[in-house]
């Protein structure tokens, strides 16, 4: 069973970083695709992010494309989510999902496999 936890959100002023951690445990290879999503309140889940444990390779959604930087450490089996320049529209639930591939992160993650229980990100004007 995979277990997913993420840790790292807070309060930072628009403009400011924040960086994300989803520590793993049990993984598969048959869910080797780490993605990160968002939830705004009143707004439905949106991905974010995306890479693939075997070789790194990223892929990101153009709402965060240039800012947000996702990255693996394979040895604490974590998965970071670096985020610069926040906005206030930034400002939401994020989660950690794994799953079969990253075109989850395309539509709401219907498809990932296992979720973490999320940590709060709220960047204030």
């Known amino acids: 069973q995979v277990q997913l936890v993420e840790s790292g959100g807070g309060s930072v002023q628009a403009g400011g970083s924040l960086r994300l951690s989803c520590a793993a445990s049990?993984?598969?290879?048959?869910?080797?695709?780490m993605s990160w999503f968002r939830q705004a309140p009143g707004k439905e889940r949106e991905g974010v992010a995306c890479?693939?444990?075997?070789?790194?390779?990223?892929v990101y959604t153009d709402s965060v494309k240039g800012r947000f930087t996702i990255s693996q450490d394979n040895a604490k089996n974590t998965v970071y989510l670096q985020m610069n320049s926040l906005k206030p529209e930034d400002t939401a639930m994020y989660y950690c999902?794994?799953?079969?591939?990253?075109?989850?992160?395309?539509?709401?993650?219907?498809?990932?496999?296992?979720w973490g229980k999320g940590t709060l990100v709220t960047i204030s004007s």
């Open positions: 049990g993984y598969t290879s048959s869910n080797n695709y």
């Open positions: 999902a794994a799953g079969r591939s990253c075109t989850g992160i395309f539509s709401r993650g219907n498809d990932m496999a296992y």
């Open positions: 890479i693939y444990r075997g070789t790194g390779t990223t």
